[in-house]
């Protein structure tokens, strides 16, 4: 009885670690037209190796991105051109931040970070999107962590081992 105990109890803490194993978003929420704190949550490096490198890839929709430095890494901003343009606060946009580098830093495999920077979501995206926001870690010794995994249809992101994080629209409250 106290064996199947412990291995219950073992069984449950898989679980719960491997839940916690991926980079994901501290808000699963944002309002579309309104600025969204993006913190990315980094729980471990890349079996073992500690991360040197955060690759973030702005989605198409999410406008006016802005990374928050961080001490002892450097931020590299990468612009492009949107596939449409945009109305925000009443003005078109057509280009922004694509991608958003940090690099430079160590954290080691048993430390926790986060890496944070602000979007606004068009407000052309209808409530209920879902949007993935695709990572690359990189770590020492050459190894890579790609949280690049979108859900196919009828699948969700527990279905994969390394999936995107993601948050979802909603809609603008009424006044």
Not at 51 to 70: D, Y
Not at 135 to 159: L, N, Y
């Amino acid at each position: 009885m106290i064996r199947h105990l412990a291995l219950t109890v073992a069984g449950i803490f898989c679980i719960a670690g491997s839940a916690q194993a991926h980079i994901t978003l501290e808000q699963a929420e944002a309002v579309s037209g309104k600025a969204y704190k993006a913190v990315l949550r980094v729980g471990h490096g890349c079996e073992g190796k500690a991360t040197v490198r955060i690759r973030v890839k702005i989605p198409e929709g999410l406008l006016s991105a802005k990374p928050m430095p961080k001490a002892g890494w450097t931020l590299e901003k990468i612009r492009g051109t949107y596939e449409k343009s945009y109305d925000l606060y009443g003005k078109p946009v057509k280009e922004g931040l694509t991608e958003i580098v940090w690099q430079g830093g160590q954290l080691a495999d048993d430390e926790y970070d986060e890496f944070v920077f602000r979007v606004t979501p068009a407000k052309e995206l209808p409530a209920a999107t879902r949007i993935y926001v695709p990572v690359v870690q990189e770590c020492t010794e050459g190894a890579v962590e790609r949280w690049i995994d979108i859900p196919a249809a009828g699948k969700t992101s527990d279905d994969y081992e390394t999936p995107a994080p993601f948050f979802d629209v909603v809609a603008q409250p009424r006044s």
